[in-house]
């Protein structure tokens, strides 16, 4: 791949050299950072293209991590968790997480969803096309700019989340199963993506909708799944 920079955190030594190894081999630069302390510094330092990021870390760990980086980043993030950890995984995607992967993990499917999200993020920074604004009552998006407003306020959508929405407004009306959404969005085959897809759809309401709990624009169809009114 381009010259990429990807951030690891974690506290044991061995998996953020064995990632590194995994990623170098890829021709990604790897920077590591044993906690979350230590990763807002290198952010601060290194302009930094994906993190990798794991959830139990001493001092600070991956979920504060992740809010504190999303109060002014939108750099894609994907958090490793042990599969006793299922609670921090959902937690990790509410407070603005882009994927997981589970300890222990494979390393030809962390490369994967490393390589996914960077495509991911790279091309919403360097699109390039036919200006086109869609307006929904109010919600707006621009695939140009690669933006969304909602009642005439920018809305800071994650690289998952814009993906999302720009799938649901250009399809208004449609109603996308959880299966569709994750397959389109996240480029794979999904397997037990439920919460991942419903983790993301709360977090894109309470950013575009007045009162989330009674959504005007992203409507769930209960049993088939979700989508944009038009």
């Known amino acids: 791949?381009?010259?990429?920079?990807?951030?690891?955190?974690?506290?044991?030594?061995?998996?953020?050299?064995?990632?590194?190894?995994?990623?170098?081999?890829?021709?990604?630069?790897?920077i590591q950072a044993k906690d979350?302390?230590?990763?807002?510094?290198k952010l601060n330092e290194h302009q930094i293209h994906l993190i990798v990021l794991d959830v139990m870390m001493p001092r600070m760990d991956g979920i504060a991590t992740t809010f504190k980086i999303r109060e002014n980043k939108n750099i894609p993030i994907i958090i490793l968790s042990a599969k006793s950890e299922d609670t921090d995984k959902v937690l990790g995607l509410q407070v603005g997480a882009d994927d997981y992967v589970t300890k222990p993990f494979n390393p030809l499917e962390l490369i994967a969803r490393v390589k996914s999200q960077l495509r991911r993020y790279v091309s919403l920074g360097t699109y390039e096309g036919v200006k086109k604004v869609i307006d929904l009552h109010g919600l707006t998006l621009d695939q140009s700019a690669k933006e969304v407003t909602a009642h005439g306020e920018a809305v800071k959508l994650t690289p998952i989340e814009y993906k999302i929405v720009e799938l649901l407004i250009t399809n208004a009306g449609r109603v996308f199963s959880i299966h569709e959404i994750y397959e389109r969005v996240w480029n794979e085959p999904c397997y037990n993506a439920e919460n991942t897809v419903a983790v993301h759809i709360r977090k894109i309401r309470e950013k575009i909708e007045i009162d989330p709990k009674n959504p005007r624009y992203l409507k769930v169809v209960w049993g088939v799944g979700y989508k944009m009114e038009k």
């Open 36 to 41: 979350g302390i230590e990763a807002i510094e």
């Open 1 to 30: 791949m381009d010259n990429y920079y990807v951030l690891v955190v974690d506290d044991d030594k061995e998996i953020r050299e064995a990632i590194e190894i995994y990623l170098r081999n890829e021709g990604i630069t790897v």
